[in-house]
């Protein structure tokens, strides 16, 4: 699996998406200047990490998603290509029109850090093969404006085509209520393209690959895609 | 625009914040009047926040030296050895008076500001911490001042990208009018790739890069200088604006630019701007430097040099570098979109000299700036003493569970999760230990080594007795290190106190100096780095004394630290250190019997280490996975965060002989722990407590989902939680008081 990590100014989980592929893949990303123009040849996967990029002065991800950098993303995701957007890099996926919605500020207007429990809501794409559906794992958010909304067609549609990648819940895994951090329409957590090759999701799965920080369910959705790959190659 | 050739009046050098005999030093100093520019540099390089005037001859008496220190106080920050080429960089420093003034951006340029000055020393930042103290819940600013103060915190960090993975928080009437908020951060370089200050070479090119220069903070330092009244408020326009992504930027791109080996000399930019950072670099260096402020990136249009020198806008750096690597340096940072332009050279005139349009604005002698600033030996008498208070004379008002309850939810002991939930604390995922223990606790890159990280002070100790309470908050950072297993290595001190021009004030830091000077001498716990804050009064009442302690220790392996969650049912618990049931200053008097009163605790030096020392060693050898440290609140209240933390219950069986119970349970004794052990380890190790002549008492034994204290009904963890989460989020939601 050959990744590249997009580097926008302020992107700040770009080490931790890092380490995250290295240790399920055993390779270390590219990472790839958001000025420039083009992917290094022969990419898979293209990871837009979390962090504030241009200080999320505008809307969240407004500008990055016009960077130089995102005609070629645009390029590779209509190929086919894998793009996993998360926190700041879903914020970008919606704004450069790869994904659809809007991530709005959290309904209790405070940001928000915490160890966070969802439920898979697919598990037959490339991200989510080492998941089965219905259950929960636990990984941590982060964020100030996570709150997913769109216009009820969309909600309907994404509903409708099985897009909902994965769901707010408890640690037993019963979904909303309380257990929706931000105010998401329908607990939805993370959201997945038409073609189910672009992921964006709000909490970071690449904070939790490790037992000594937090927990390992993170790691599936990494493995995951190694395994796509391999399973492609062969 | 004031013109530079405006004559001094008295007026305006008491404008400045100079004292008459002050100016006359200056006279004295220069042999002539002083252009309005030069008026500004004395004042910003000769106030309390710069000049250390009052502090300094009693800051000298701390221990600054062991093996392991690279660089103690006097740089940015300080520096210590943790082994494999590695140094760890941090320092604590406040930003109390503009927090006051605007709480969301004095906190956010208070994080900036911590966190520059660890990344200038080449450092990359791993973690920050903070210490705030805000007024009584129910004055009318509180609620105010915790949402801005936490929101700026978190909106600086978080963005940065740096956890925040520990603090405290505590309220007093007594800070009704100043507030406190204690930045620390906490970076990681190689030892032998550590940047300094001084500055080399005659003719190298200064360089400014970073944020452009505005009218933001002029006298900002001069403000946190002077105690404040009514009319504070009216000082907002010297709060300068953070700004975290121009933050970020500049950390990759100072970094990248070390890395090509230009960078001489760098300093930031932060009290006292390009004034004190261009002086300081000359200085350090026995260099002249020569500036032309034409050069100077501006924010906007017609600044004149008086407010150049003295504006206080943030994310700005200043370099000397290596003139053949100018070019490579300069497209490092038109890469990340910052400023980067060449405003002076080094000289051998040993000048500080300041050109504007072709004209000297300023020319003063360099070293004279900072080496002959006023030093006072400012007049100080010791807090009476306060009487002991007997345990028997302290009436039970409360059933313990009662009291237990309240305490727990009360402002000081209730969780403060509603603030850190707000604090990216998982960011670079080596948070091993999130903030709610004792120490954090941060991998060191890929492990296994990590830094244990706490800060601690307790305000109400240091009233009553300034000595006992300055030993008291070096010996609990000391103490919270230990119980997950750390070896305590260094601190950082931010000393906040009132106004030092009175002597009662004035005695209480030096008395806290006093202790925290003793403590570290005795733990082998050296102080590195730090800041003092005085001033810290509003009309003519000062702060208690809070000398915050930022406390960093280092744990081989991270797998093996203690937490403070119970593992399993069934664990033996043991009580570490002598219960003498000291309620004099305890929260338990204060809260639960309403008296604000008596001696605090004593703190036996030398029975802090012998106990903390036996707890590391249990925890190194693999043995205790579970401790925690008794503190505020005392045994019941370190019992039932141990409880809440793991969700499994506890009965106190044998609590600590010959006590009045409720002394037993909420006296805060110091030196103490809390551990919890496989009940085949127990006699073990209370036979080698007993050798090394540790006072050690098996006290019960974890289970259930209950906490049972003697002859008192089960308060169920779930009760427990409730009633310790409840108080923050609803005060903050107008719903208590």
């Given at each position: 699996m050959?990744?590249?990590?997009?580097?926008f100014?302020?992107?700040?989980?770009?080490?931790?998406?890092?380490r995250?592929?290295?240790?399920?893949?055993?390779?270390?990303?590219?990472?790839?200047?958001?000025?420039?123009?083009?992917?290094?040849?022969?990419?898979?996967?293209?990871?837009?990490?979390?962090?504030?990029?241009?200080?999320?002065y505008?809307r969240c991800?407004?500008?990055a998603?016009?960077?130089?950098?995102?005609?070629?993303?645009?390029?590779?995701?209509?190929r086919?290509?894998?793009?996993?957007?998360?926190?700041?890099?879903?914020?970008?996926?919606?704004?450069s029109?790869?994904?659809?919605?809007v991530?709005?500020?959290?309904?209790?207007?405070?940001?928000?850090?915490k160890?966070?429990h969802?439920k898979?809501?697919?598990?037959?794409?490339?991200?989510?093969s080492?998941?089965?559906?219905?259950?929960?794992?636990?990984?941590?958010?982060?964020?100030?404006e996570?709150?997913?909304?769109?216009d009820?067609?969309?909600?309907d549609?994404?509903?409708?085509?099985?897009r909902?990648?994965f769901?707010y819940?408890?640690?037993?895994?019963?979904v909303?209520?309380?257990?929706?951090?931000?105010?998401?329409?329908?607990?939805?957590a993370?959201?997945?393209?038409?073609?189910?090759?672009?992921?964006?999701?709000?909490?970071?799965?690449?904070n939790?690959?490790?037992?000594?920080?937090?927990?390992?369910d993170?790691?599936?959705?990494?493995?995951s895609?190694?395994?796509?790959?391999?399973?492609?190659?062969? | 625009?004031?013109?530079?050739?405006?004559?001094?009046?008295p007026q305006?050098?008491?404008?400045?914040?100079?004292?008459?005999d002050?100016?006359?030093r200056?006279?004295?100093?220069?042999?002539?009047?002083?252009?309005?520019?030069?008026l500004?540099?004395?004042?910003?390089?000769?106030?309390?926040?710069c000049?250390?005037?009052?502090?300094?001859?009693?800051?000298?008496?701390?221990?600054?030296?062991?093996?392991w220190?690279?660089?103690?106080?006097?740089?940015?920050?300080?520096?210590?050895?943790?082994?494999?080429?590695?140094?760890?960089?941090?320092?604590?420093?406040?930003h109390?008076?503009?927090?006051y003034?605007?709480?969301?951006?004095?906190?956010?340029?208070?994080?900036?500001?911590?966190?520059?000055?660890?990344?200038?020393?080449?450092?990359?930042?791993?973690?920050c911490?903070n210490a705030?103290r805000?007024?009584?819940?129910?004055?009318?600013?509180?609620?105010?001042?915790?949402?801005?103060?936490?929101?700026?915190?978190?909106?600086y960090?978080?963005?940065?990208?740096?956890?925040?993975v520990?603090?405290?928080?505590g309220?007093?009437t007594?800070?009704?009018?100043?507030?406190?908020?204690?930045?620390?951060?906490v970076?990681?370089?190689?030892a032998?790739?550590i940047?300094?200050?001084?500055?080399?070479?005659?003719?190298?090119p200064i360089?400014?890069?970073?944020s452009?220069?505005?009218?933001?903070?002029?006298?900002?330092?001069t403000?946190?200088s002077?105690?404040?009244?009514?009319?504070?408020?009216?000082?907002?326009?010297?709060?300068?604006v953070?700004?975290?992504?121009a933050e970020?930027l500049?950390l990759?791109?100072?970094?990248?630019?070390?890395?090509?080996?230009s960078?001489?000399?760098?300093?930031d930019?932060?009290?006292?701007?390009?004034?004190?950072?261009?002086?300081?670099?000359?200085a350090?260096g026995?260099l002249?430097?020569?500036?032309?402020?034409?050069?100077?990136p501006?924010?906007?249009?017609?600044?004149?040099a008086?407010?150049?020198m003295?504006?206080?806008?943030q994310?700005?750096?200043?370099?000397?570098?290596?003139?053949?690597?100018?070019?490579?340096?300069?497209?490092?940072?038109?890469?990340?979109?910052?400023?980067?332009?060449?405003?002076g050279?080094?000289?051998?005139?040993?000048r500080?000299?300041?050109k504007?349009?072709?004209?000297?604005?300023?020319?003063?002698?360099?070293k004279?700036?900072?080496?002959?600033a006023?030093?006072?030996d400012?007049?100080?008498?010791?807090?009476?003493?306060?009487p002991t208070?007997?345990?028997?004379?302290?009436?039970?008002p409360?059933s313990?569970?009662?009291?237990?309850?309240k305490?727990?939810?009360?402002?000081?002991?209730?969780s403060?999760?509603?603030?850190w939930?707000?604090?990216?604390?998982?960011i670079?995922g080596?948070?091993?230990?999130?903030p709610?223990?004792?120490?954090?606790?941060?991998?060191?890159?890929?492990?296994?080594?990590?830094?244990?990280?706490t800060?601690?002070?307790?305000?109400?100790?240091?009233e009553?007795d300034?000595?006992?309470?300055?030993?008291?908050?070096?010996?609990?950072?000391?103490r919270?290190?230990t119980?997950?297993?750390?070896?305590?290595?260094?601190?950082?001190?931010?000393?906040?106190?009132?106004?030092?021009?009175?002597?009662?004030?004035?005695?209480?830091?030096?008395g806290c100096i006093?202790g925290?000077?003793?403590?570290c001498?005795?733990?082998?716990?050296?102080?590195?780095?730090?800041?003092?804050?005085?001033?810290?009064?509003?009309?003519?009442?000062?702060?208690l004394?809070?000398?915050?302690?930022?406390?960093?220790?280092?744990v081989?392996?991270v797998?093996?630290?203690?937490?403070?969650g119970?593992?399993?049912?069934?664990?033996?618990?043991?009580?570490?250190?002598?219960?003498?049931?000291?309620?004099?200053?305890?929260v338990?008097?204060?809260?639960?019997?309403?008296?604000?009163?008596?001696?605090?605790?004593?703190?036996?030096?030398?029975?802090?280490?012998?106990?903390?020392?036996?707890?590391?060693g249990?925890?190194?050898?693999?043995?205790?996975?579970?401790?925690h440290?008794?503190?505020d609140?005392?045994?019941?209240v370190?019992?039932?965060?141990?409880?809440?933390?793991s969700?499994?219950?506890?009965?106190?069986?044998t609590?600590?002989?010959?006590?009045?119970?409720h002394?037993?349970?909420?006296?805060?004794?110091?030196?103490?722990?809390?551990?919890a052990?496989?009940?085949?380890r127990?006699?073990?190790?209370?036979?080698?407590?007993?050798?090394?002549g540790?006072?050690?008492?098996?006290?019960?034994?974890?289970?259930?989902?209950?906490l049972?204290?003697?002859?008192?009904?089960?308060?169920?963890?779930?009760?427990l939680?409730?009633?310790?989460?409840?108080?923050?989020p609803?005060?903050?939601a107008?719903?208590?008081?």
């Amino acid at each position: 699996m050959k990744a590249a990590v997009v580097i926008f100014p302020g992107s700040n989980r770009e080490r931790d998406a890092g380490r995250a592929l290295r240790d399920a893949s055993g390779h270390e990303p590219h990472y790839v200047w958001h000025a420039d123009h083009e992917l290094p040849r022969g990419t898979d996967l293209v990871v837009l990490p979390g962090g504030f990029s241009y200080g999320d002065y505008l809307r969240c991800g407004a500008i990055a998603g016009r960077a130089n950098i995102m005609d070629a993303v645009r390029a590779h995701a209509a190929r086919g290509g894998l793009v996993l957007g998360v926190c700041n890099g879903f914020q970008i996926l919606v704004e450069s029109g790869l994904l659809p919605g809007v991530l709005m500020r959290n309904a209790q207007l405070r940001f928000v850090c915490k160890m966070q429990h969802l439920k898979v809501d697919r598990a037959d794409t490339p991200f989510a093969s080492a998941y089965h559906v219905g259950q929960v794992i636990k990984v941590a958010i982060a964020h100030g404006e996570g709150n997913y909304v769109a216009d009820e067609d969309t909600i309907d549609r994404l509903e409708h085509e099985g897009r909902v990648a994965f769901r707010y819940c408890d640690a037993d895994g019963h979904v909303g209520g309380s257990a929706n951090p931000n105010g998401s329409l329908h607990d939805i957590a993370g959201i997945y393209s038409a073609g189910f090759n672009v992921l964006g999701m709000m909490p970071h799965p690449e904070n939790l690959i490790d037992p000594l920080v937090g927990g390992t369910d993170g790691r599936g959705l990494f493995a995951s895609l190694v395994d796509h790959f391999a399973a492609t190659a062969a | 625009m004031i013109p530079n050739t405006i004559a001094i009046t008295p007026q305006l050098v008491a404008e400045h914040g100079l004292k008459p005999d002050e100016y006359k030093r200056i006279l004295e100093l220069i042999g002539r009047e002083p252009t309005f520019t030069e008026l500004g540099i004395f004042s910003a390089m000769w106030n309390e926040h710069c000049s250390y005037k009052s502090s300094r001859l009693h800051l000298k008496t701390l221990p600054t030296k062991a093996p392991w220190v690279i660089q103690g106080p006097g740089e940015n920050a300080g520096v210590i050895d943790i082994g494999e080429g590695l140094a760890c960089v941090f320092k604590m420093e406040s930003h109390n008076h503009p927090s006051y003034i605007e709480p969301y951006q004095g906190a956010t340029t208070g994080v900036g500001g911590i966190l520059r000055d660890v990344f200038t020393m080449g450092a990359r930042p791993v973690a920050c911490l903070n210490a705030l103290r805000f007024g009584d819940p129910s004055h009318p600013r509180t609620r105010h001042l915790v949402s801005g103060v936490v929101a700026g915190i978190g909106g600086y960090g978080n963005s940065f990208g740096v956890p925040t993975v520990g603090g405290q928080m505590g309220f007093h009437t007594r800070y009704d009018g100043n507030i406190l908020v204690n930045a620390m951060a906490v970076g990681i370089a190689k030892a032998d790739e550590i940047f300094y200050a001084k500055a080399t070479g005659v003719g190298n090119p200064i360089v400014y890069l970073g944020s452009k220069t505005g009218r933001d903070g002029i006298h900002g330092a001069t403000m946190a200088s002077a105690e404040f009244d009514d009319k504070s408020e009216e000082k907002r326009p010297t709060v300068q604006v953070g700004d975290p992504f121009a933050e970020k930027l500049l950390l990759e791109a100072c970094l990248e630019l070390m890395q090509t080996g230009s960078v001489i000399a760098i300093q930031d930019m932060g009290a006292a701007g390009l004034t004190c950072s261009a002086v300081e670099m000359g200085a350090k260096g026995d260099l002249g430097i020569e500036l032309d402020l034409d050069k100077v990136p501006c924010r906007e249009a017609g600044m004149s040099a008086y407010e150049m020198m003295l504006s206080e806008s943030q994310e700005r750096m200043l370099m000397v570098l290596d003139p053949a690597k100018e070019k490579q340096a300069e497209a490092i940072f038109v890469k990340w979109g910052l400023d980067f332009a060449v405003i002076g050279k080094t000289t051998d005139t040993l000048r500080f000299v300041v050109k504007h349009h072709g004209e000297v604005m300023a020319d003063l002698p360099i070293k004279e700036l900072g080496d002959e600033a006023p030093l006072y030996d400012r007049p100080h008498v010791a807090s009476a003493p306060q009487p002991t208070i007997a345990p028997e004379s302290v009436a039970a008002p409360l059933s313990n569970e009662k009291a237990l309850l309240k305490l727990i939810g009360a402002p000081e002991l209730c969780s403060k999760r509603w603030v850190w939930e707000q604090y990216d604390h998982l960011i670079l995922g080596n948070t091993v230990q999130a903030p709610g223990g004792d120490a954090a606790v941060v991998r060191v890159l890929d492990g296994p080594k990590g830094l244990a990280l706490t800060s601690d002070v307790t305000p109400r100790y240091c009233e009553a007795d300034p000595v006992e309470g300055g030993k008291q908050a070096v010996a609990e950072a000391w103490r919270n290190i230990t119980a997950v297993g750390g070896q305590p290595l260094a601190i950082t001190d931010n000393l906040n106190f009132g106004n030092p021009e009175r002597p009662d004030a004035m005695g209480q830091f030096v008395g806290c100096i006093r202790g925290i000077g003793a403590a570290c001498t005795a733990l082998d716990f050296p102080v590195v780095s730090g800041n003092v804050s005085l001033y810290n009064e509003t009309n003519g009442r000062g702060i208690l004394p809070t000398p915050t302690i930022g406390g960093v220790g280092l744990v081989d392996d991270v797998a093996e630290c203690a937490g403070v969650g119970f593992g399993a049912e069934g664990e033996a618990l043991l009580l570490i250190g002598d219960t003498a049931g000291w309620l004099g200053q305890s929260v338990y008097l204060r809260d639960i019997c309403g008296r604000e009163e008596g001696a605090p605790p004593p703190v036996d030096l030398a029975v802090e280490r012998r106990n903390g020392d036996f707890v590391r060693g249990l925890i190194r050898s693999g043995r205790v996975r579970t401790a925690h440290d008794c503190s505020d609140g005392g045994l019941a209240v370190a019992l039932a965060e141990m409880a809440m933390a793991s969700g499994i219950g506890a009965t106190l069986e044998t609590p600590p002989p010959g006590l009045p119970l409720h002394a037993a349970l909420f006296g805060e004794d110091q030196a103490r722990y809390v551990l919890a052990v496989t009940p085949a380890r127990a006699d073990a190790i209370l036979a080698e407590a007993r050798a090394a002549g540790v006072p050690a008492l098996r006290i019960g034994r974890s289970g259930g989902d209950a906490l049972t204290l003697p002859g008192e009904r089960p308060i169920s963890v779930t009760a427990l939680r409730s009633a310790h989460e409840a108080w923050l989020p609803d005060y903050m939601a107008g719903k208590a008081a």
